[in-house]
C-alpha cells in the first residue's frame, strides 16, 4: 500500500464496491464510474481525497477515498480506506422489501427474444 495512487478498477475491487475486478473495469468503459465528477477510465488513478460515484447495479454509492489499498480487504477493514458519503435516501431504497434491481428478469421467463435483448442493450448502454 502506497500513498501514490492506485489503479481505480483494482481500488473499486480491493474495497468490495465490486464483485470482481472485471466487473469494475466494464462499469468504469460503461461511465458509471467518476472520480471528481469526471467520468473515469479503468486505468486511471485515484489518490487520497478524491471523491468517486459509483452506479452499482442497485444504487449509486458516493465515497471519499481516505488510504489506498490494491488488494481486496476483509468487509470490517473497508472503513480504513474509504468513508462511505451515499445519501441515506438510496440506503433506504435498497432496505425496502419492493426494491428489485431494473436489469433483472422475472425467473421463469425464458430466454430473451432479440428484441428484449435490444431492449436490454438500450437500457444497459
Do not use: H, Y
Not at 25 to 53: S, T, W
Not at 74 to 102: K, Y
Amino acid at each position: 500500500m502506497s500513498d501514490a495512487g492506485v489503479r481505480i478498477d483494482k481500488w473499486l475491487w480491493a474495497v468490495r464496491l465490486f464483485k470482481t475486478r472485471s466487473l469494475a473495469a466494464e462499469a468504469c468503459r460503461g461511465g458509471k464510474v467518476k472520480v471528481n465528477d469526471a467520468p473515469a477510465k479503468a486505468a486511471r488513478d485515484v489518490r487520497i481525497g478524491d471523491l468517486l460515484e459509483v452506479q452499482t447495479v442497485e444504487f449509486r454509492r458516493k465515497v471519499r477515498v481516505v488510504g489506498m489499498v490494491d488488494k481486496r480487504v476483509g468487509a470490517a477493514a473497508v472503513p480504513q480506506f474509504m468513508d462511505d458519503l451515499t445519501p441515506p435516501e438510496e440506503l433506504i431504497r435498497r432496505s425496502d422489501p419492493n426494491f428489485r434491481p431494473l436489469n433483472l428478469r422475472p425467473k421463469g421467463s425464458g430466454r430473451p427474444t432479440k428484441k428484449d435483448r435490444r431492449k436490454l442493450d438500450e437500457f444497459t448502454g
